[in-house]
Each structure stands twice: as structure tokens, then as C-alpha cells.
């Protein structure tokens, strides 16, 4: 079974810094892409922040410059370095990885880490 474990949120002041780890674990060949996605109270969920194996970044326009999304493609682990935060940024965090292969050849699939709250306030 494969897992994704988010870690780093947290409460902290707006122009505060939180830096989120994600880490898959379990039986895995290869992940396409990892992403940080955010879902606020009654608001869809939305993309904050993708990196390809490649090293490829994509971010949501609303965090560009201040976010630095990166990856660890030994660990499978992907981080996010969220600062100058603003009370918007406050969400729950989800960690995605898209197109997981379990094995050489095998289909692919995408996993979701259970969420990570971040909450901006002073």
C-alpha cells in the first residue's frame, strides 16, 4: 500500500515562514509529478504548487514568488516553502502524487496525503 504523510503545518503570523514535507512511502517505481494542493473552508480544492521528476514547477499565480516548491526523487518526498503568508494562504494543505507506478510497466494511479492545516493569523 502506498501512503503519503504531510508534515509542517502549523498557526503562524501573516509575513511568517512554514515549510511542508510530504513523503510517500510503500512500494513505489516511479511518481510523474508531485503537487501541494489547498482547500479553505467551503472553497474548492486548488492547485498551489506541482514539480515534474524532471524538476518541471508549475505554481497558482496567487503564491507565485513567494512560494518555492522542490523535490527529493530518492526519498519521494516533496517540500513547501511558504513565506511572506498571508491569512488567505490558510487551508488545509494536501499532498498529491500524480501518475504513481507500483512497478516497472504497471498502470498508474494517483494518491492523496490525508491534509495538513495552515492557519495565518495574527
Known amino acids: 500500500q502506498v501512503q503519503l504523510v504531510e508534515s509542517g503545518g502549523g498557526l503562524v503570523q501573516p509575513g511568517g515562514s512554514l515549510r511542508l514535507s510530504c513523503a510517500a512511502s510503500?512500494?513505489?517505481?516511479?511518481?510523474?509529478?508531485m503537487a501541494w494542493y489547498r482547500q479553505a473552508p467551503g472553497k474548492q480544492r486548488d492547485l498551489v504548487a506541482a514539480?515534474?521528476?524532471?524538476?518541471?514547477?508549475n505554481y497558482a499565480d496567487s503564491v507565485k514568488g513567494r512560494f518555492t516548491i522542490s523535490r527529493d526523487n530518492a526519498k519521494n518526498t516533496v517540500y513547501l516553502q511558504m513565506n511572506s503568508l498571508k491569512p488567505e494562504d490558510t487551508a488545509v494543505y494536501y499532498c498529491?502524487?500524480?501518475?504513481?507506478?507500483?512497478?516497472?510497466?504497471?498502470?498508474?494511479?494517483?494518491?492523496w496525503g490525508q491534509g495538513t492545516q495552515v492557519t495565518v493569523s495574527s
Open positions: 498529491n502524487a500524480d501518475r504513481l507506478r507500483r512497478v516497472a510497466g504497471g498502470r498508474t494511479s494517483d494518491y
Open positions: 510503500g512500494r513505489i517505481f516511479s511518481i510523474y509529478a
Open positions: 514539480i515534474t521528476t524532471g524538476g518541471t514547477t
